[in-house]
């Protein structure tokens, strides 16, 4: 789903670039309330497992691949203002170090990879929340169905935007067809991943999990034939797991992801690739500016052994994505630790 440099015309590009900033300006406020010292560390790795599971592209139709776009997962593990900026990170780093989505079209991108798989994965998440059991499985349940949502959706902003800004003259119906048709099928691949990452996360720490917070109902009891809630329980709920346990476990799966398991990714085109070729769509891709980059094409100029390239810019690249992220959210942790402090609380 990243789009190069050249599918949309300038003016359009502008106009989601402007976009993008506004909702990132957004998210960047909302973040600081979603964030508190347990769940900010929690947001870095997210952008770095979601780095490295975007690196690897399964089969979903003859020639054709599709990888995780990120967004239903990251809004429900760190909520979904953090979300748009993880994913904001990853695009960010693909195209700057990775040559991966034009620079140009780097608004685009954002808006639809993070704004629009956040928003339609965290409001489908939350709507089927209201109305199922408010269990764990529930949630696994419910992140299935978003992340399966949110792919075709991104498809059809795509769509929108082409149709508004498009450099080549294709139908319109075509290219909704065949986006949204293979998006479909990526999304199952989506809801597979996503559903397992957070069943895998909120089976040891259902507390750092955004999507899960208040998931238990209160124990109600009758008195006086009127039903009132019962007292919350004073002891908390024991973690399997340590915060800093979970952190250097999934550091470590993003790591063997990126580095070892990306080799056997598909080497097919991704959704939008195949739609481009063979639509046309391509016709007016330009060169990216970060061609040269000794990262571009996910390799690491000079190292002629095919594996250890694409296994070392993989690490390289979930290490700086995990440093980048949490400096963002480090940052952003402070400022919420000074907005409540007593000096600005009057305490």
């Known amino acids: 789903m990243h789009v190069p440099d050249g599918f949309i015309d300038a003016p359009?590009?502008?106009?989601?670039?402007?976009?993008?900033?506004?909702?990132?300006?957004?998210?960047?406020?909302?973040?600081?309330?979603?964030?508190?010292?347990?769940?900010?560390?929690?947001?870095?790795?997210?952008?770095?497992?979601?780095?490295?599971?975007?690196?690897?592209?399964?089969?979903?139709?003859?020639?054709?691949?599709?990888?995780?776009?990120?967004?239903?997962?990251?809004?429900?593990?760190?909520?979904?203002?953090?979300?748009?900026?993880?994913?904001?990170?990853?695009?960010?780093?693909?195209?700057?170090?990775?040559?991966?989505?034009?620079?140009?079209?780097?608004?685009?991108?954002?808006?639809?990879?993070?704004?629009?798989?956040?928003?339609?994965?965290?409001?489908?998440?939350?709507?089927?929340?209201?109305?199922?059991?408010?269990k764990r499985r529930s949630v696994t349940v419910a992140s299935f169905v978003a992340a399966l949502v949110s792919v075709p959706a991104a498809a059809v902003a795509f769509t929108l935007i082409y149709a508004v800004g498009g450099t080549t003259d294709v139908s319109i119906g075509k290219v909704a067809t065949a986006m949204i048709g293979v998006h479909v099928l990526i999304g199952i691949g989506e809801a597979v991943i996503t559903a397992l990452t957070v069943g895998a996360v909120i089976a040891v720490r259902p507390d750092l999990v955004h999507g899960a917070r208040g998931l238990r109902q209160r124990l109600q009891l009758r008195v006086n034939g009127a039903l009132v809630d019962a007292p919350a329980p004073t002891a908390p709920v024991a973690a399997r797991t340590s915060r800093r346990t979970l952190w250097v476990t999934g550091l470590v799966t993003s790591l063997v992801l990126a580095g070892f398991v990306s080799f056997y990714a598909s080497a097919n085109p991704d959704g939008l690739e195949k739609v481009a070729h063979d639509k046309g769509i391509d016709k007016k891709a330009e060169k990216h500016a970060a061609s040269d980059s000794p990262l571009a094409g996910y390799g690491v100029k000079d190292v002629s052994d095919a594996r250890l390239s694409g296994g070392l810019a993989g690490v390289i690249g979930v290490g700086v994505t995990v440093v980048a992220g949490s400096a963002v959210f480090w940052v952003l942790r402070r400022r919420r630790s000074d907005d409540v402090s007593p000096a600005n609380t009057g305490v």
């Open 12 to 134: 359009t590009s502008a106009v989601t670039g402007v976009v993008a900033a506004g909702a990132l300006a957004v998210s960047l406020r909302g973040a600081r309330r979603e964030l508190d010292e347990r769940t900010a560390p929690l947001a870095g790795l997210v952008a770095a497992f979601i780095f490295a599971v975007q690196m690897l592209n399964f089969p979903v139709a003859a020639g054709t691949s599709g990888h995780l776009l990120g967004g239903a997962l990251a809004a429900i593990l760190v909520g979904p203002y953090t979300a748009v900026l993880c994913v904001s990170v990853v695009l960010l780093m693909q195209g700057v170090l990775f040559a991966d989505g034009g620079l140009t079209a780097l608004g685009v991108n954002i808006t639809d990879m993070a704004i629009v798989t956040t928003i339609v994965s965290y409001a489908v998440f939350r709507g089927l929340l209201a109305v199922l059991p408010r």
